[in-house]
T-cell receptor
Framework: AQTVTQSQPEMSVQEAETVTLSCTYD???????LFWYKQPPSRQMILVIR??????QNATENRFSVNFQKAAKSFSLKISDSQLGDTAMYFC???????????FGAGTRLTVKP | DSGVTQTPKHLITATGQRVTLRCSPR?????VYWYQQSLDQGLQFLIQ???????AKGNILERFSAQQFPDLHSELNLSSLELGDSALYFC?????????????FGPGTRLLVL
């Protein structure tokens, strides 16, 4: 079974600085999808960014970018110019192209300090 | 606001009881997904419906069931409730039926079983 590991339970960063959240996963599949979701204090889940494993180019969405290392099975999220509104739990998620399941990591609680 | 609505926002009930959670997807979305977020298990995918038919099943207990109606809204039924069923239950929706599609999450229903 696929597993997703987020090794940083909590992180903090100063406003306007850059922070990187780590995620590793375990799979024998070749085609799959990876996601980062943000869960602010409101508890709603918000899609931050997604990456298709067959694409070599790292996905980017404004201040959010990923470093996807397929061989190392690593999928880190970089947040540039951190803002107070980025304070949230961040979940890494894996979805195989073959089976019908979505696996989440345990989450990283990010605090952006003024 | 993702466009996905869930009712009720909060629900308090007793062990052994049965509850129904309701979800209305975004306009035009045919798929509905249900997730459970608890302190013990983290975030888990439960089940997916696409255009009224069950499409994928995750870690859903036999005591739980779901359905999607012709107007595309969905209900998650939880029966013989146990203390451990206390969790935040999310509904998400997407346009098509593939799990890899971007899912838009609702605000969640917080269930407390006493």
């Amino acid at each position: 079974a696929q597993t997703v590991t987020q090794s940083q339970p909590e992180m903090s960063v100063q406003e306007a600085e850059t922070v990187t959240l780590s995620c590793t996963y375990d799979t024998s599949e070749n085609n799959y999808y990876l996601f980062w979701y943000k869960q602010p204090p409101s508890r709603q889940m918000i899609l931050v960014i997604r990456q298709e494993a067959y694409k070599q180019q790292n996905a980017t969405e404004n201040r959010f970018s990923v470093n996807f290392q397929k061989a190392a099975k690593s999928f880190s999220l970089k947040i540039s110019d951190s803002q107070l509104g980025d304070t949230a739990m961040y979940f890494c998620a894996f979805m195989s192209n073959n089976n019908n399941d979505m696996r989440f990591g345990a989450g990283t609680r990010l605090t952006v300090k003024p | 606001d993702s466009g996905v609505t869930q009712t009720p926002k909060h629900l308090i009930t007793a062990t052994g009881q049965r509850v129904t959670l309701r979800c209305s997807p975004r306009s035009g979305d045919l798929s509905v997904y249900w997730y459970q977020q608890s302190l013990d298990q983290g975030l888990q995918f439960l089940i997916q419906y696409y255009n009224g038919e069950e499409r994928a099943k995750g870690n859903i207990l036999e005591r739980f069931s779901a359905q999607q109606f012709p107007d595309l809204h969905s209900e998650l039924n939880l029966s013989s409730l146990e203390l451990g069923d206390s969790a935040l239950y999310f509904c998400a929706s997407s346009v098509g039926g593939a799990l890899k599609e971007t899912q838009y999450f609702g605000p969640g229903t917080r269930l407390l079983v006493l």
